[in-house]
């Protein structure tokens, strides 16, 4: 009972600073990058009480990114913050290869080719100049074309529900870099900032789901929220 009393407290904490986030966004722009850690950090902190497992890579993924979220909010943090995140992504590609079937790699080679295309156009057309974050950039471009086809083929070949979650989760974490390119190296209003952090938001929250789905081997989304 106790740990579901803390569990409520966390959700409700949770919505509560992305509520904040969204309030702050609007009353003063230069809160869009400094407010990310603090819902990822939330998400960590549930994960490591709903867990029974404490799957390390799972662990390693979120530390990750709260380290990218905390990295890309201050100050020349950015290209050790975008590493950090290629790294949390390669994490996953390392579980995830496993499932794989060796047969099936010709195919996470077509599909790895498709998602390097549409990074190369979005680096092409929105990244004018990155100057000292050109490397990091690539580098982070190739771990997300990587997890994202890894998270693809493994679950075309399984279709299970814990898979599905993930694959949204990517899906909504390439938006939201997306967006958050066009926010960092272009002149934006207030919407893409808000557009890009509900996106990170959405995905943070899927990724903290599916991994606790994968563990339990739970089929209905809410059903760990009871």
């Known amino acids: 009972m106790k740990l579901k009393n803390i569990k409520f407290s966390l959700f409700v904490?949770?919505?509560?600073?992305?509520?904040?986030?969204f309030y702050l966004i609007i009353i003063n722009h230069k809160y869009k990058f400094e407010i990310k850690p603090f819902p990822t950090l939330i998400?960590?902190?549930?994960?490591?009480?709903?867990?029974?497992?404490?799957?390390?890579?799972?662990?390693?993924?979120?530390?990750?990114?709260?380290?990218?979220?905390?990295?890309?909010?201050?100050?020349?943090?950015?290209?050790?913050?975008?590493?950090?995140?290629?790294?949390?992504?390669?994490?996953?590609?390392?579980?995830?290869?496993?499932?794989?079937?060796?047969?099936?790699?010709?195919?996470?080679?077509?599909?790895?080719?498709?998602?390097?295309?549409?990074?190369?156009?979005?680096?092409?057309?929105?990244?004018?100049?990155p100057g000292n974050s050109m490397l990091p950039i690539i580098f982070y471009g190739i771990c997300i074309c990587l997890v994202t086809s890894f998270i693809l083929i493994n679950y075309i070949e399984s279709m299970e529900h814990a898979n599905f979650i993930l694959l949204i989760a990517i899906g909504f974490r390439i938006i939201s870099d997306s967006i958050y390119?066009?926010?960092?190296?272009?002149?934006?209003?207030?919407?893409?900032?808000?557009?890009?952090?509900?996106t990170l938001l959405i995905s943070n929250f899927m990724f903290y789901r599916g991994f606790l789905f994968n563990e339990q081997k739970v089929t209905d989304f809410f059903d760990r929220l009871k």
């Open 13 to 21: 904490l949770y919505g509560f600073i992305c509520a904040l986030s």
């Open 181 to 198: 390119a066009i926010v960092l190296f272009s002149e934006t209003d207030v919407y893409f900032d808000i557009f890009s952090l509900s």
């Open 43 to 129: 998400l960590v902190t549930l994960y490591l009480i709903e867990t029974k497992k404490y799957t390390l890579t799972y662990i390693g993924f979120l530390l990750l990114s709260l380290i990218g979220d905390v990295l890309t909010s201050i100050p020349y943090g950015f290209n050790p913050g975008i590493i950090s995140y290629g790294l949390s992504y390669l994490l996953l590609v390392n579980a995830i290869r496993k499932y794989i079937k060796k047969e099936t790699y010709k195919l996470l080679i077509i599909y790895l080719i498709l998602f390097g295309f549409l990074f190369s156009v979005v680096y092409i057309f929105v990244l004018n100049d």
